[in-house]
């Protein structure tokens, strides 16, 4: 079984449409979190959420919405999608509450608009 | 905030030579060290990490060093293989209340290229 699997693997869209990304863990974790990777392979936190509650929340335009129905799971929706959002899509688990051993990675979204 | 500045940004070494990854934070109170090793179209996996009460912690042929003091800490790999070839990111990290509120801060990378 794959510990932190995302849906789909690759997404091409056109401008203006909306899409959604699905992320879920069977580690047990209590944290997850979203990452985007550009094109220069820099890895940029997005979001965290903590047993369904949103922790973090960086500077990312309101057209990023991500929904956690429960703690194995962590989707991220993505309205009028602009040529920017291009980019690989990361979502990653950790523990949390002080036993923080880093993250495990999901296998990553790559995310094109044309 | 953090911010994580990481060197080189490539490098390219003789199989069976050594290969030295720098980085440095900028906040003190970061306590926690990952690096990640990214195959080409694959995830960042997790090959070796240091806590600050360390100085140095190896694991076969690669190794990290913390420099608390100066802020830094550096990626030793030795007796390189070809597919030690990859792109390798550097992190900080808080220890978060018991709230979750941990993240990573990552490096900018360092493409590594082994010749043989």
């Known amino acids: 079984d794959t510990a932190v699997s995302q849906t789909p693997k690759y997404l091409v869209t056109q401008m203006g449409n909306d899409k959604s990304i699905k992320c879920e863990q069977n580690?047990?974790?209590?944290?997850m979190y979203w990452y985007k990777q550009d094109s220069k392979k820099f890895l940029k936190i997005m979001f965290s959420?903590?047993?369904?509650?949103?922790?973090i929340n960086e500077t990312v335009p309101n057209r990023f919405s991500p929904k956690s129905p429960d703690k194995a799971h962590l989707n991220l929706h993505i309205n009028s999608l602009e040529l920017g959002d291009s980019a690989v899509y990361f979502c990653?688990?950790?523990?949390?509450?002080?036993?923080?051993?880093?993250?495990?990675f999901g296998s990553g979204t790559r995310l094109t608009v044309v | 905030g953090e911010n994580v500045e990481q060197h080189p940004s490539t490098l390219s070494v003789q199989e069976g030579d050594s290969a030295v990854i720098k980085c440095t934070y900028s906040d003190s109170a970061s306590n926690y060290f990952p690096w990640y090793k990214q195959e080409l179209g694959k995830r960042p996996q997790l090959i070796i990490d240091?806590?600050?009460?360390?100085g140095e912690k190896k694991d076969q042929r690669i190794a990290v060093t913390l420099n608390k003091t100066a802020k830094h800490f550096s990626l030793h790999i030795t007796e390189t293989q070809p597919e030690d070839s990859a792109v390798y990111f550097c992190a900080a990290s808080i220890r978060g209340s018991n709230f979750g509120n941990e993240k990573l801060t990552f490096g900018t990378g360092t493409r590594l290229t082994i010749i043989p």
């Open positions: 959420y903590n047993n369904k509650e949103l922790i």
């Open positions: 990653a688990s950790s523990r949390g509450a002080g036993h923080f051993y880093g993250y495990t």
């Open positions: 580690l047990g974790h209590d944290t």
């Open positions: 240091i806590r600050s009460n360390v």
